[in-house]
């Protein structure tokens, strides 16, 4: 299929994409596919004052009515699934399957947030006081920001604006510079969602186009209540501290460094096999990517010539071709981390074997490589450092206490995962003095998360927490309540003040 007819089946005409000053580029040959044009800081003042005026009638719609809105958007994107798909392939470079996933997520996301639309429950309290009655409600926060990544491009918006807008609060997205038509076509497909619904109010969703300063400018407003941010650590530290500073609520989704545990008691036939999904799609570039396999010396002489035959055999190449599984890096500035990631690997004693450059001839404005696996001989400082690309580093370990160490050792706290059959080892893993990690599997690579559960990771990581179980709760704003039904007036704490 051409660059054209995907544009043009997600609805964007050539006036669409001429005449800005934001260059967009596909990752799959680096040519420019649209010159968009960008929001200024007014616009961004202009566009939180618009959200202000829906927050004002959106909360006031019941909650299981809100939850129609996302049933119907979450239609409208089972109807756009393959364009919609396709579109993420194109301008950030994963390959269809992993595009139609995003989507598939995007669409269970909104099942669920239709479900939680009638269960925002709060808990009763018993009082303290006689002919007291205490409960806990939530109300809705108000204006919610959603920056967001390259990577997931789609994903992430719909994570945070199915469980936003049930929630009773408008959204106000500033999706990466490196992918914005994404953006706009979700934008497209909620306004027919919106159309559907018949009375909802104008501007419940606004997508802001522009670089980091448009990001800055929504951030620092004291009227949006909720920043929720995906993106690289150093992002997360700017945002975080200005959203502080006027105590506002922020979610932050930051950097992984993911590591797999390979127990000598592991499946190393199911290992293999996650480790190669997990470490190469995407090209190494999601944020639950593997990075780190620490493996039992036991089984290290049987496991790696296994995944070095396994890393032999990958397809790498355009990925919208069918049979590729790894396609470009997003951009050349990534091509460059990686390799100055493998020329600091080998600086520390590591051995290389693959991350060689590919399709150079074919793709010269692109960046294809082969994933690359590093033994290294213990976690030097490049191990500890997230780069956003396929690389593995592969070390040994002894015992189970040393292999959790290895994993906990390193400043992010994403996702992380052991392989064994020993079930001592597996709970010790997922136990208090195991995985710090915001996500702990066994048997399971540390990529690739259901919407159900929360996601989230730990220290640099963020904290936040987004998607399932009870995430809504940081959409929300929690009051206690207590009710005097009595006719006298006791105070708490058995206090007496007679006046
Ligand atoms: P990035 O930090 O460069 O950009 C992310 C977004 O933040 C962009 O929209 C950008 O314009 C905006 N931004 C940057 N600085 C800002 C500032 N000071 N104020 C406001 N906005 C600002 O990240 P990227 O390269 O697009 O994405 C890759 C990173 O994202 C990786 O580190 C990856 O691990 C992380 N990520 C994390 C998760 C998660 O859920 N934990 C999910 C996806 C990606």
């Not at 018993?126 to 009655?133: F, K, L, Q, T, V």
């Not at 620092?220 to 975080?240: E, F, H």
């Not at 996650?274 to 089984?299: D, K, N, W, Y």
């Not at 400082?381 to 040393?402: C, G, Q, R, W």
């Amino acid at each position: 299929m051409k660059f054209e007819q995907i544009l043009a089946a997600s609805g964007f005409s050539d006036q669409d994409l001429t005449g800005g000053s934001l260059d967009v580029h596909t990752p799959i040959d680096g040519s420019k596919i649209a010159a968009l044009q960008t929001h200024t800081a007014d616009d961004v003042h202009d566009a939180i004052e618009a959200s202000k005026a829906a927050f004002a009638t959106w909360r006031k719609v019941p909650a299981p009515r809100r939850g129609e809105l996302v049933r119907l958007l979450g239609e409208e994107l089972r109807n756009e699934k393959e364009n919609l798909g396709r579109l993420v392939t194109l301008e950030c470079g994963k390959i269809v399957q992993e595009g139609l996933g995003e989507v598939q997520e995007m669409i269970d996301i909104c099942d669920f947030a239709v479900g939680l639309s009638r269960q925002l429950y709060g808990l009763t309290i018993a009082s303290e006081r006689p002919g007291h009655a205490m409960r806990e409600t939530w109300h809705p926060m108000g204006v919610c920001g959603v920056i967001s990544a390259f990577n997931f491009p789609v994903a992430v918006w719909s994570w945070n604006t199915a469980l936003a807008l049930v929630c009773g609060n408008p959204v106000i997205w500033k999706p990466s510079e490196k992918t914005p038509l994404t953006a706009l076509a979700c934008k497209r497909i909620f306004e027919r969602a919106v159309a559907r619904f018949g009375d909802a109010p104008d501007n419940l969703l606004q997508v802001l186009i522009g670089e980091r300063a448009v990001g800055e400018t929504l951030v620092a407003s004291r009227d949006v209540a909720i920043v929720s941010a995906t993106g690289s650590t150093r992002m997360g530290n700017a945002v975080g501290i200005k959203v502080a500073e006027r105590f506002g609520r922020s979610i932050l989704e930051l950097g992984g460094n993911n590591a797999m545990i390979v127990s000598d008691s592991a499946d190393l036939e199911m290992a293999v096999r996650a480790i190669v999904f997990s470490a190469v799609g995407t090209a190494g570039q999601r944020c639950t990517s593997l990075r780190r396999l620490i493996a039992h010396e036991a089984i290290y002489d049987v496991l790696m010539p296994r995944l070095r035959e396994a890393y032999a055999n990958l397809p790498v190449g355009n990925p919208l071709d069918d049979g590729v599984l790894i396609g470009p890096l997003i951009d050349a500035q990534s091509g460059a981390a990686m390799g100055a990631a493998l020329d600091q690997a080998k600086s520390a004693g590591g051995t290389v074997h693959g991350g060689e450059l590919r399709l150079t001839e074919q793709y010269p404005d692109a960046v294809y490589a082969n994933p690359a696996i590093v033994e290294m001989p213990g976690q030097s400082d490049i191990v500890k450092h997230e780069t956003f690309a396929p690389i593995l580093y592969v070390m040994k370990y002894k015992s189970l206490n040393e292999a959790i160490h290895l994993q906990n050792d390193v400043p992010q706290g994403l996702s992380s995962c052991i392989f064994t059959t020993d079930i001592r080892e597996a709970e010790e893993f997922l136990s208090d003095v195991g995985s710090d990690c915001g996500i702990a599997n066994v048997n399971i690579g540390p990529s690739g998360a259901e919407i159900g559960g929360a996601f989230g990771g730990e220290k640099e990581t963020g904290g936040g927490r987004e998607s399932g179980s009870d995430a809504w709760k940081a959409y929300m704003r929690r009051q206690t309540n207590t009710v005097n039904y009595s006719r006298e007036l006791p105070l708490a704490q058995g206090i007496k003040f007679e006046i």
